[in-house]
């Protein structure tokens, strides 16, 4: 089975505070997914990985960056996190093309005072 | 680009009963994907069934089926015989076919199976 984890299931931070939030999947998938869960808006895709030390921006970059070292883990970074930021954050993988199963971490519940 | 609209925030039904959770969208691509993802509480999200959108035959998983229609661009989710396991977010989904394999995801539809 796919596993996807994620470094912490909640969080609280305050506003300014560095956040790094640490995905790690064990099926050697080439392409890594962050993504925000607000209520009433659905998932939006903050960055993605197709590629150890690639990136590419989604749909909701501004006040984030991501790493990705080793293909197995894939971080999300809050520089100077803000109220705004807090949220659900869902990590992801999947092999690349075509387009393949996603398999989801449990999500971090990330709130910033 | 890519959108999805899921219009259903909420639905309950009996349990046994069929319940079709409803999803349109809309994709300039000529290929792509379609899925429906599902969040039962506190769990994790997975995959509840896909359907490529070149194949005309819509896909079923056991329970779980879908009403494909293309033209229409809709892609219904139906669940027969539903359990209370069956309570969760459910969220419709579109990828490109090449080169893109980010998702785009809907607002997601609350489905409470009642007892």
């Known amino acids: 089975d796919v596993k996807v984890t994620q470094s912490s299931r909640y969080l609280v931070k305050r506003t300014g505070e560095k956040v790094f939030l640490e995905c790690v999947q064990d099926?050697?998938?080439?392409?890594m997914f962050w993504y925000r869960q607000d209520p009433g808006l659905g998932l939006r895709l903050i960055y993605f990985?197709?590629?150890?030390?690639?990136?590419e921006k989604g749909d909701i970059p501004e006040g984030y960056s991501v790493s990705r070292e080793k293909k197995e883990r894939f971080s999300l970074i809050l520089e100077s996190a803000s109220t705004n930021q807090t949220s659900m954050y869902l990590c992801?993988?999947?092999?690349?093309?075509?387009?393949?199963?996603?398999?989801f971490g449990p999500g971090t519940r990330l709130t910033v005072l | 680009a890519q959108t999805v609209t899921q219009s259903q925030p909420e639905m309950s039904v009996q349990e046994a009963e069929t319940v079709t959770l409803s999803c349109t969208y809309d994709?300039?691509?000529?290929?792509?994907?379609l899925f429906w993802y599902k969040q039962p509480p506190s769990r994790q999200m997975i995959l509840v069934i896909r359907?490529?959108?070149?194949?005309?035959q819509n896909a079923t998983e056991n329970r779980f089926s879908v009403n494909f229609q293309k033209a229409a661009k809709s892609f219904s989710l139906k669940i027969s015989d539903s359990q209370l396991g069956d309570t969760a977010m459910y969220f419709c989904?579109?990828?490109?076919?090449?080169?893109?394999?980010?998702?785009?995801f809907g607002t997601g539809t609350r489905l409470t199976i009642i007892p």
């Open positions: 992801a993988s999947s092999l690349a093309d075509p387009p393949d199963t996603q398999y």
């Open positions: 099926m050697d998938h080439e392409n």
């Open positions: 990985s197709y590629d150890v030390k690639m990136k």
């Open positions: 994709t300039s691509e000529s290929n792509y994907y």
């Open positions: 359907q490529e959108a070149y194949k005309q």
């Open positions: 989904a579109s990828s490109a076919w090449f080169g893109n394999e980010k998702l785009t």
